[in-house]
C-alpha cells in the first residue's frame, strides 16, 4: 500500500514559468513532509519541508502547500529554471521517511 | 564540511553471494538510515540506526541487516541475493534522530546482481 502517492510521474514546464508538482498522502500519522530533489548519479538533496500544523511554507523560489483535510501537499516552483530539471520526491515522516515513486520535472528554455 | 560518503559507489555480484556496503555520515551527524532505491518501487525505507542502536526497521526480509559504530559510521549487509536486490542503495545521515532534521543523502551505491 502505497502511503505517499506522486500521481504524474513526469512534468514539463516552460523556463519562467510555474511547477507544480503534487503529492497525496493516506497516513494521517505524519508529522511533517519534505520535498527532495535528485540528479542522476547524485542522492536526493533536501529542498524544503512542512509542518503539519501549518499550510504553507515558502523559500525563495519554493512554495510548499499543505491540505489536510484533502491530503494532498503541492510544490510550486516559480519561476522554473533549466537548473530544476530533475526528479522531485515528496516523503512524509511519522517513525521514518516514506517517499513517493517521483516526479521528473523538465524545465524547457 | 565533509558530506555523506558511500563505498563502493558500483558494485557487480552473483545470486547467493553476499555484500557489505558502507556510509560515513556527515561528521557530528548520529543518525544513519537506509534505503533502495529501485525503478518500480522508488525510494524504501530499510532501516535506521541512532548512536549505535538499530531504532526503526522498513518491511524488508531478515537478509538485509546492519549496524552502527562508535563513530557514526554504518554498514549495511545482504546475505543471499536475490536478482531482485539490483538497486541503488543510498545512505541518509542526520544531527539527530530523523524526526528532527532533514536527512542528507549520500551518492548511493549501485549493486548489480547477476
Known amino acids: 500500500d502505497q502511503q505517499v502517492k506522486q500521481n504524474s510521474p513526469s512534468l514539463s514546464v516552460q523556463e519562467g514559468r510555474i511547477s507544480i508538482l503534487n503529492c497525496d498522502y493516506t497516513?494521517?500519522?505524519?508529522?511533517?513532509f519534505l520535498w527532495y530533489k535528485k540528479y542522476p548519479a547524485e542522492g536526493p538533496t533536501f529542498l524544503i519541508s512542512i509542518s503539519s500544523i501549518k499550510d504553507k511554507n515558502e523559500d525563495g523560489r519554493f512554495t510548499v502547500f499543505l491540505n489536510k483535510s484533502a491530503k494532498h501537499l503541492s510544490l510550486h516552483i516559480v519561476p522554473s529554471q533549466p537548473g530544476d530539471s530533475a526528479v522531485y520526491f515528496c516523503a512524509g515522516y511519522g517513525q521514518n521517511f516514506v517517499f513517493g515513486p517521483g516526479t521528473r520535472l523538465s524545465v524547457l528554455p | 564540511k565533509a558530506g555523506v560518503t558511500q563505498t563502493p559507489r558500483y558494485l557487480i555480484k552473483t545470486r547467493g553471494q553476499q555484500v557489505t556496503l558502507s556510509c560515513s555520515p556527515i561528521?557530528?551527524?548520529?543518525?544513519v538510515s537506509w534505503y533502495q532505491q529501485t525503478p518500480g518501487q522508488g525510494l524504501q525505507f530499510l532501516f535506521e540506526?541512532?548512536?549505535?542502536?538499530?531504532?526503526n526497521k522498513g518491511n524488508f526480509p531478515g537478509r538485509f541487516s546492519g549496524r552502527q559504530f562508535s563513530n557514526s559510521r554504518s554498514e549495511m549487509n545482504v546475505s543471499t541475493l536475490e536478482l531482485g536486490d539490483s538497486a541503488l542503495y543510498l545512505c541518509?545521515?542526520?544531527?539527530?534522530?530523523?524526526?528532527?532534521?532533514?536527512?542528507?543523502f549520500g551518492q548511493g551505491t549501485r549493486l548489480t546482481v547477476v
Open positions: 540506526y541512532f548512536s549505535e542502536t538499530q531504532r
Open positions: 561528521s557530528g551527524h548520529r543518525s
Open positions: 541518509a545521515s542526520s544531527l539527530d534522530w530523523q524526526g528532527a532534521t532533514e536527512a542528507f
Open positions: 497516513n494521517s500519522m505524519f508529522d511533517y
